[in-house]
């Protein structure tokens, strides 16, 4: 069986009905769905505390197994600080968690590129 860890950056503590928030290092919660083959069989809603460094947010989500990201954007040191911890960073399609994972699942998404990465504190 087939298993891997998904998140997603949400603007509500409402798990996969969330609206998908557009800032990854101050967004309120992070949704962390298991996948097994090809179907979400776990959902947590992970609260974003306030925090001093970039690589924080990350170190939460590696720490619960995440393999992928989900995001609108993002910074450049958390991309790079995810990609050392070995969390793939793909482009969210979609408007809440459900459909940017159901996107995922489909096929429907690719990796982050520069025009994906921001100087922080702004929307995307």
């Known amino acids: ?8 950056p949400a603007s509500e503590l409402t798990g996969l009905d969330s609206q998908v928030s557009s800032h990854f ?24 505390s306030s925090h001093r460094s970039c690589a924080e947010p990350v170190m939460l989500l590696a720490d619960r197994g995440v393999k992928v990201l989900l995001a609108t954007g993002m910074g ?11 969390i793939s960073v793909m482009k969210a399609v979609g408007s ?15 990796l982050f590129g520069d025009e994906s990465l921001c100087g922080g504190g702004k929307q995307h």
């Open 1 to 8: 069986m087939q298993s891997e860890k998904v998140a997603v």
């Open 25 to 48: 290092g101050h967004c309120p919660a992070f949704v962390v769905s298991t996948i097994e083959d090809g179907k979400i069989v776990d959902v947590e809603t992970i609260e974003n």
């Open 76 to 86: 450049g040191r958390p991309y790079m600080i995810s990609q050392q911890v070995g």
């Open 96 to 110: 809440t968690v459900r459909e940017v994972i159901d996107n995922y699942l489909k096929g429907n998404g690719t």
